[in-house]
């Protein structure tokens, strides 16, 4: 070999290695509205475009674009970010305009999704994004006037992050219907013209787990929302609910398992504020329950449980503020109910009676003689309340109710009918 030869194809061979790499950024693609604002259009730029980057594909498009949806569309892309995008969707008579992402790793950043009024019957409704694979995203996503949900997550979505505001939905803003590992930030409003809720922020179902969710609702059934379980559905489990906000709203956490056979596990339910409403938490068959710092102001329903759990075990309340800023209460008012459950612990609960506000009772406790076909009452510990009025302790059953260990401080007046 000649001097230098050897150089000459190790610099040439790296230099074909370079161009294999491609450029250490994403590939970028501009789609104008100018020969169509169809979004199917949009799709098939999108789907097609030759890949000339490892790094994936960042897609733009004009600011004065409006992309119209009119059909069922599928991005079938990996690897592809589209940011600064306007969909306005057709729904009408044989149309269920749908945006399928059956592709991993794909982002939606600063987007607009609005729906006309149908132009026709709609034969079901259909979220505005359906998610199937891994590594979804859409952040700071705005939605308005949907026949359905917002954004659903199917099961085979994994690590995931959805930050969305929604208005006047006909769904939630956001259905994680088995997806798992991932985090929800969503709110959602209604400006409705008579008395009533429109649906909320958030809805877990169908085995969702290992979900970080942080919800606001303003004028809605829910802030968060446990689906009911059909004969088939899968229990939610390992779900942190942590930052809800809820104004005017029904409750602000709502979910049950459906039967006692099937229930959640690993549920926390942390930081909650709920002003003007007519319950904060309301939630059902649950296996390792916490609900901790929450804060209930003006509450709108007399007779009406501020807190209820029904049907679970190993629950923990803690943290509660209720009535400290404005009315709350009224006749017959509960701050807490507890059903039918298993190893109870509650403390620094704080109950403000002083007038306008007006509690009738602290804690409701109903427990039943039998657990696991066992004569089994499991405990129930309270301390460090302070405002109640009295604590009711019922039992459900006669028989056996005297070996039940409570252990009670700082209660005030205590009332235990039936035992």
């Known amino acids: 070999m000649k001097p230098g030869v050897g150089a000459v194809v190790v610099l040439c061979v790296a230099a074909v290695v370079v161009r294999a790499q491609g450029p250490q950024f994403p ?19 999108i789907n097609t475009a030759p890949s000339t980057s490892l790094y994936g594909m960042y897609v733009t498009t004009p600011s004065t674009c409006e992309w119209e949806v009119d059909s069922i569309l599928m991005l079938g892309r990996s690897n592809v970010q589209l940011h600064g995008f306007r969909f306005r969707f057709k729904p009408g008579t044989g149309n269920n305009p749908i945006i399928i992402v059956n592709a991993a790793n794909v982002k939606f950043t600063e987007h607009v999704y609005e729906s006309d009024a149908p132009s026709g019957p709609v034969t079901q409704t259909l979220p505005f994004i359906a998610a199937l694979k891994p590594s979804f995203s859409a952040t700071s996503v705005s939605m308005a006037n949907g026949n359905g949900e917002g954004v659903r997550l199917y099961s085979g979505v994994t690590d ?27 709110s959602a409003e209604h400006n409705l013209t008579a008395p009533g809720f429109g649906e909320g922020a958030v809805v877990l179902e169908q085995g969702a787990h290992n979900v970080q969710v942080k919800a606001r609702g303003v004028r809605t059934q829910y802030a968060v929302m446990f689906e009911q379980l059909s004969t088939t559905g899968v229990p939610l489990h390992d779900v942190d609910i942590d930052g809800v906000e809820c104004s005017w ?27 003007s409403s007519f319950g904060a938490i309301r939630v059902d068959y ?15 329903l007399p007779g ?16 509660i503020d209720i009535g400290s800023e404005s009315q709350s209460g009224g006749d017959g008012a509960v701050a807490l109910t507890v059903l039918h459950c298993y190893n109870v612990g509650i403390s620094r609960v704080a109950l403000h009676n002083a007038q306008p506000s007006s509690w009738s009772i602290g804690v409701n406790y109903y427990i039943e003689p039998v657990h696991n076909g066992a004569s089994d009452f499991g405990y129930l510990v309270v301390g460090q309340v302070q405002g109640f009025q009295h604590i009711d302790v019922f039992a459900i059953a ?16 205590i009332v235990r009918n039936g035992l």
């Open 249 to 275: 709203c029904d409750h602000a956490v709502w979910g049950t398992a459906g039967s006692s056979e099937a229930k959640h596990e690993n549920i926390k339910v942390r930081n909650v504020t709920v002003r």
């Open 286 to 300: 649950i296996k390792s329950l916490l609900i901790k710092k929450v804060l209930v102001e003006d509450h709108q």
């Open 160 to 186: 995931f992050n959805v930050q969305s505001w929604c208005a006047d939905m006909a769904g939630a803003c956001v259905k994680a219907s088995g997806a798992s590992h991932g985090s929800i930030d969503a």
């Open 27 to 45: 590939q970028l693609l501009h789609v104008d509205c100018a020969v169509s604002n169809s979004a199917a259009y949009l799709m098939q730029q």
């Open 304 to 319: 009406n449980s501020a807190l209820r759990v029904l049907g679970s075990e190993d629950v923990n309340v803690q943290d």
């Open 398 to 413: 006669s028989g056996g109710a005297t070996v039940f260990p409570i252990f009670l401080s700082n209660i005030g007046t």
